[in-house]
């Protein structure tokens, strides 16, 4: 019980990118940059294992960005095409790549770093995937028209991408949702019914995070405007408590979420964020231990899931890594009590 994870990223070592940057230049190209990607990949599992987490992942290594580190590899999106646009309900405007015809997926995006982290690996390996409307939320669209019609195109390749990381023997597939905390109307509306189809067919577990963003200057000044409880869950919890995705990733660690509205994942594991990402201080494992502690008198240990709060891109990687070590120590402390 208490099976430590992260939420996704993390820091790229600086021989390979930028660092301490969400979008990252690479230092590397051609097949160097390949290697680089595969070693970075390695590299990151091996530091989860020496952390102590329990469920491992890529760290997204071989990513420029979460959601246009997999669009690389579509048909129907033209890179030199940007569009500037406002993103999460123009929290921040980006210039993002558009789509321009059909969507569909050249081939596998992902085999490289999923091949080599499961071959190096003998953890529970987990892979996160941009959902369908965070990815709709983050490019620009000259050719469906409906922002619905454009992520049900996005879910299907989502799909077949989902179902051969299953078969390379990834034991969880992740859908990252931010823009669930943003459309929460429109969650029920479509955005659920997106997801669903991109989880379509898995057999192996399935998971949805959803946080408040990455530790980054406009995500942290909008938090400032949430008022002294941020109640956004409360409207999307219902609806993914009746869909057939497995886990729910949250945030919750100096946060203002409060902490009985994961009452309303009853049936759901919950992967509750017990680290900070928008801090730069590594928390102390009695500090994590308290979090699980509050978690657990609304959900039953063996249905949850320490986590952080959200990717740790832009992190310095010795505070990442720092506080992934606290996040494991922190669970032991709760275990050892309840094993009382």
């Known amino acids: 019980m208490l099976k430590t994870t992260l939420a996704g990223s993390l820091p790229k070592p600086g021989w390979l990118a930028e660092e301490e940057k969400l979008w990252a230049g690479w230092k590397l190209e051609g097949q160097t940059l390949e290697d680089g990607k595969r070693d970075a990949t390695i590299l990151a599992i091996k530091l989860q294992e020496a952390a102590g987490l329990d469920i491992v992942g890529d760290g997204e290594q071989a990513r420029a960005h979460f959601v246009h580190g997999f669009l690389a590899n579509l048909d129907g999106i033209d890179f030199g095409k940007k569009t500037l646009m406002g993103i999460r309900n123009n929290r921040y405007t980006a210039e993002v790549p558009t789509v321009t015809g059909k969507i569909r997926r050249n081939g596998p995006v992902h085999r490289l770093e999923a091949l080599a982290a499961r071959a190096n690996t003998a953890k529970t390996l987990k892979f996160t995937l941009p959902g369908p409307m965070t990815i709709v939320d ?12 454009l992520a049900f195109a996005f879910a299907e390749v989502l799909n077949e991408e989902a179902l051969e990381l299953q078969a390379l023997g990834v034991d969880v597939v992740q859908f990252d949702e931010p823009a669930f905390n943003v459309y929460m109307p429109l969650v029920a509306e479509w955005g659920m019914a ?31 405007t949430l008022g002294a409880e941020w109640r956004h869950y409360e409207e999307t919890f219902p609806v993914i408590a009746a869909s057939k995705i497995d886990q729910v990733s949250l945030e919750c660690a100096n946060s203002r979420v409060p902490m009985e509205l994961i009452r309303l994942l009853k049936g759901k594991d919950v992967l509750v964020g017990c680290i900070d990402v928008a ?15 509050k978690a657990m008198a609304f959900v039953a240990p063996e249905k949850l899931f320490p986590c952080t709060n959200c990717g740790m891109a832009p992190m310095a ?8 070590t606290a996040l494991a120590k922190g669970a032991r402390i709760v275990c050892e009590e309840l094993r009382g």
């Not at 983050?138 to 019609?149: K, L």
């Not at 963003?213 to 406009?218: C, D, H, P, R, V």
């Not at 730069?280 to 979090?291: D, F, G, H, L, M």
């Not at 990687?317 to 992934?324: D, F, M, S, T, V």
């Open 138 to 149: 983050t490019i620009a669209d000259a050719h469906y028209g409906r922002r619905e019609d």
């Open 194 to 224: 997106a997801l669903e189809r991109a989880a379509q067919g898995l057999t192996c577990t399935t998971a949805v995070h959803i946080c408040y963003g990455y530790g980054i200057k406009a995500n942290i000044e909008w938090k400032g």
């Open 279 to 293: 801090s730069n201080r590594v928390e102390t494992p009695e500090e994590v231990a308290a979090t699980i502690r």
């Open 317 to 324: 990687r010795e505070i990442a890594y720092g506080k992934l």
